[in-house]
């Protein structure tokens, strides 16, 4: 079972979430938390690892053999990001543009092109008990994050339970992220601005298909206009996280709510059977 906890915003306390759903389900079974958040990935925080395997991740960008192009300019028709160039007697590749889809050298006429590996981030993992931590960790600069994330998604073990921590927002790296869940967690804020996001969250995760819950996070901060658009919309409101000092205290110091206060183990294996719950219904139906 693959779960993604989502968020159509920022700071809405989606780590929370998924740090404390995975640690709560670990004590049962094995357990995988991606952290695909690659542009910030900070599970690791939480889990107060090491990372002990590294791999690089790269993406393969055109090399051209000058000695077989025509400069037909056929390669720079064809990309879709301008990464590459012919001007004069010159081809030239713009590595950083380069998104490594392939067409270009799958199109040359004169085979003149070549592909090379090129970095642009890492996956990392570690193992701590029944839990295995996945982080994919993109190179400051570096703009593509989609490839990390299908690296990350690639050490998916199918007898595990596994639970994905999404970037925030709304773009590609969020798509590449939920797509392929059994189910996918949303965590909002009880304000205008996270009923705003929350409600474009909403809008991708139903285009996938995905069957979707919400946690409401700072409940008690702002208004109810969250709770009355889940009613509209009939999306299960599962767990709602109160506005607690302590809660936050915990979380600016790195330390898993299930620890700081083990009252909430309970709570997260239950927010984990409604899970279970809602997709056993939807199957069968
Ligand atoms: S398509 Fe091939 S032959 Fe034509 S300019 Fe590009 S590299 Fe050269
Ligand atoms: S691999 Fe794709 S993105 Fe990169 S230069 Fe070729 S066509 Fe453009």
């Given amino acids: 079972m693959v779960i ?14 998924a740090t404390n759903l995975a640690l709560t389900l670990s004590d049962k079974g094995k357990v995988q938390l991606l952290d695909c958040d690659v542009e910030e990935p900070n599970v690791h925080i939480f889990l107060h690892s090491d990372m002990n395997q590294s791999q690089p991740v790269l993406i393969p ?20 990001y301008n990464a590459i160039a012919v001007v004069k007697n010159k081809v030239l590749v713009f590595p950083e543009l380069c998104h490594g889809c392939g067409a270009c050298s799958y199109l040359c006429p004169e085979s003149a092109i070549s592909e090379k590996g090129r970095e642009i ?7 701590l008990g029944n839990l295995e931590l996945v982080q994919g960790r993109l190179t ?15 050490h998916i073990d199918p007898t595990s339970t596994v639970i994905i921590d ?14 392929g869940s059994d189910f996918c967690l949303l965590v909002t804020e009880p304000t205008p601005f996270g009923l705003s996001d929350f ?13 979707c819950g919400v946690v409401i996070n700072r409940d008690g901060v702002g208004d ?8 509209e919309q009939g999306i299960p409101i599962l767990l709602k996280i109160p506005l607690d000092r302590n809660i936050a205290m915990l979380y600016s110091k790195g330390i898993p709510l299930i620890e700081g206060m083990p009252r909430w183990h309970d709570t997260f ?16 139906k």
């Fill in 121 to 127: 981030g890492v996956v990392e993992r570690a193992s």
């Fill in 140 to 154: 400051v600069g570096e703009a593509m994050a989609p490839p990390i994330i299908r690296e990350v998604k690639g």
């Fill in 199 to 211: 409600s474009l969250a909403v809008e991708v995760v139903r285009k996938l298909g995905i069957p």
């Fill in 166 to 179: 999404v970037p925030p927002g709304t773009s590609c790296p969020v798509i590449e992220s939920v797509k």
């Fill in 4 to 17: 993604s906890v989502a968020s159509g915003k920022g700071g809405t306390g989606k780590t929370l979430v």
């Fill in 61 to 80: 960008i055109p090399e051209i053999d000058e000695a077989k192009c025509t400069y037909c300019g056929k390669c720079a028709e064809i990309c879709a």
């Fill in 269 to 284: 294996l239950r927010l984990f059977e409604d899970t279970k719950g809602i997709l056993a219904g939807q199957v069968a």
């Fill in 224 to 231: 109810d206009k969250v709770e009355k658009y889940c009613q």
